[in-house]
């Protein structure tokens, strides 16, 4: 009998049938035939991680340098995977298919028989023979909900948007917006999957700048401006913001309501005059240390360099400093234990920091000593710090950057590289950003952004937050602004960007809750899935940075200015 011999009901399946058909696993194996999967999974070789119920068939010959396969994803009977791939939840490569090079599929991919994913090429240069010649490779990303039929060939530096289905024996050589129903070699579009009628539009391809794109971020603006007023008198408690009903009024609170009404309505809160708003805000600054605590709580005692390790008052520096610089106004007295500490000093405490274990501690650390660093230079004593102390920051970090990632700490096993990626937002926000410094290997930083940004553990169907979207968005958009590529065909991994941003955008904007703004998202960071004043001010920028992504933030009519303002901050 071969490996397609049928299974009598109620016996357990030959292993050569789970092969060829292994979406049968989860439910019919044996005890034996588990411990032989997990045997096999465990044999791979390279950088593999699977999820949740995955199958790799013993007949597929899988050589992945790096292999993630999300939850309930699985590789076929004879299936052949080299090189640097990545699945979503629920993907399937199924018997015959190869998929070599560096190759991101979103969740919920099909890929039928025979089909192969080519993420690198030759050069074909004439002076030597094709097979003397350098590999090259842009790799292949594949949105989300994406059907590719049997026998299809996907060529090198294509990107496939989410929810569409490409037809048998197609040979795929250009990108494919979202939606697109596509066949023929090469390729062509024939019709939106969304036109169930199947007339208009066949054979179009909407562009990066479609009308529908902007006049659908047009409208999620309008709608948000027209319901900014009613959102912020809905977390005043009468005398402070609240983040939403019910919750304890908080310093961040107060500031998050001056970046939404300044972002929506161009105008400060209307429970207080701009005058209040200024004398509330700048009288939570302790005269002595520069800090500005909790309410309800003591002013954070500095450590012996003069300058507070962890807390709210980190935080409040950015917060309270930006809503004030919002109002036109200043922090009234400086930071000064910021303002006092030594290059050397400052040196010992960037040498302490958790860059091992906890690399978004030490960002935030540097974000705040940075950002209190540029409130003392705009203060009217204009005294930023001690000479040479600022220099020394930009030095440390320019020295101890990873040469291959361009970023600074350790990903771990448990988290990836959450830790290093959100780090490195903060780091650089009120660093490189705020200071309008270039960050060191900004193509390395891509590379690792993107690479973090296919890891179903914090980008899986449910899991995204505003932080971690957030934290992916920023660097790209510096990055790509730095190599001059936004939103560009030919810039840096530009597709990849672009499909991912556009994959974000898409669904971001159906998370803002009608009249409550948005809620931060899922999982035990951040004040969680219910909307507020924070989810809204983070997602309205990160909405915005999206946007600018895919070339289409002129829509949305409002340009961050505030903590997540894209330029450098300007000083007086």
Known sequence: MDDLELVDPGQEPSAGHLDHCPWLFAEEASAEQRAAQWERQRSLGGECELGERCYVAGSAAVFADRLRLGDDSYIAAHAYVTGDVTTGTDCTLNPFTVVRGRVTLGNGVRIGAHTSLLGFNHSMAPDRPVFRQPHTSEGITVGDDVWIGSHVVVVDGVTIGDHCVIGAGAVVTKDLPAWTVAAGNPARPL??????????????????????????????????????????????????????????????????????????????????????????????????????????????????????????????????????????????????????????????RLEGLPWRDGAWGAGAWIDAWATATHWNLRHAEGDGGEPGALEALFGWLLTRADPWTGMWGSPSPEAGRLQVVNGYYRLTRGSFAQFGVPVPHPERVVDAVLDHARDPRHFGAGRENACNVLDVAHPLWLCGRQLGALAGDGGYRSPEIRAWAEHQLAAALPRRQDGQGFGFGPGTSGPGPEPGLQGTEMWLAIIWLLADLVGRSDALGYRPRGVHRPEPSRRT
């Open 191 to 348: 019709r939106d999957r969304r036109n169930t009628s199947g007339r208009g539009e066949a054979g179009a391809r909407p562009s990066r700048g479609a009308a529908g794109a902007g006049d659908a971020l047009a409208r999620f603006a309008d709608t948000a401006r027209a319901q900014a007023a009613g959102l912020l008198a809905r977390c005043w408690d009468g005398e402070r913001y609240v983040d939403r009903p019910g919750a304890a009024p908080t310093v961040r609170a107060h500031c998050d309501a001056m970046e939404i009404a300044d972002l929506l309505l161009g105008s400060a809160p209307v429970e207080l005059t701009a005058e209040e708003h200024v004398a509330r805000l700048g009288g939570l600054q302790d005269a002595d240390t520069g800090l500005v605590p909790e309410f309800g709580e003591p002013v954070p005692v500095p450590e012996a360099d003069g300058f507070v390790g962890e807390g709210p008052a980190l935080y409040h520096v950015l917060s309270v400093g930006y809503a004030l610089d919002l109002l036109g106004a200043s922090f009234p007295h400086p930071v000064r234990g910021v303002r006092e500490m030594t290059a050397r000093q400052l040196v010992a």
